[in-house]
């Protein structure tokens, strides 16, 4: 299977701040690498796929960058409504799996 | 737009199977997408169990492939799983969702069910 690792497990940040996360792939995923955003007792919720483009009806502030191993998801602007888990997944290989997740708090 | 709701027994005895089925509603199962189970410990991350077409073809996790069956019912527009032999390690939200065949995205889920095995 294709471990997934995110960083930092968790993170605070003030609005307006940017925030980025990383996620490792434990081998390399070419551009084959999903975002979601999961907010408390709701289900997941796609941002970003194919490691760059951006889910239609997604606010711009964020993004994804990466190929190969290493990837980035950015909020340009953290506002209140971003607090939630947000995970990486890749699809290059079955097993799909998922990284273990970043929780962003507002400071 | 298409929604998904799963329904089920939200309790299981250990040793027994957890049954879950997945209701498709706003669309076709037969459309092109593969129809997929998640699911979540509490306080934990994601695990993909599996998916399945319409066309019946499926794909498992392989740490729970000798425990999990996905199967599909065109007729009454529902997917269900079943996963065997459980233990209190299966205890978790247990999600629905659909996956694009392009890019592997889930792009609609349910709300999910949590299901604990429990005496």
């Known amino acids: 299977d294709i471990q997934m690792t995110q960083s930092p497990s968790s993170l605070s940040a003030s609005v307006g701040d940017r925030v980025t996360i990383t996620c490792q792939a434990s081998q390399d995923i070419s551009n084959y690498l999903n975002w979601y955003q999961q907010k408390p007792g709701k289900a997941p919720n796609l941002l970003i796929y194919?490691?760059?483009n951006l889910e239609t009806g997604v606010p711009s502030r964020f993004s994804g960058s990466g190929s190969g191993t290493d990837f980035t998801f950015t909020i340009s602007s953290l506002q209140p409504e971003d607090i939630a888990t947000y995970y990486c997944q890749q699809y290059n290989n079955l097993p799909l799996t998922f990284g273990g997740g970043t929780k962003v708090e507002i400071e | 737009q298409v929604q998904l709701q799963e329904s089920g027994p939200g309790l299981v005895k250990p040793s027994g199977t957890l049954s879950l089925t997945c209701a498709v509603s706003?669309?076709?199962?037969?459309?092109?997408?593969?129809w997929s189970w998640v699911r979540q410990p509490p306080g934990k991350g994601l695990e993909w169990i599996g998916e399945?077409?319409?066309?019946?073809?499926?794909n498992y996790n392989p740490s729970l492939k000798s425990r999990v069956t996905i199967s599909v019912d065109k007729s009454k527009n529902q997917f269900s799983l079943k996963l065997s032999s459980v233990t209190a390690a299966d205890t978790a939200v247990y999600y629905c969702?659909?996956?694009?065949?392009?890019?592997?995205?889930?792009?609609?889920w349910g709300q999910g069910t949590m299901v604990t095995v429990s005496s």
């Open positions: 969702a659909r996956k694009r065949t392009t890019y592997n995205t889930f792009d609609i």
């Open positions: 194919d490691a760059s």
């Open positions: 399945i077409y319409h066309s019946g073809s499926t």
């Open positions: 706003g669309g076709s199962i037969s459309s092109s997408y593969w």
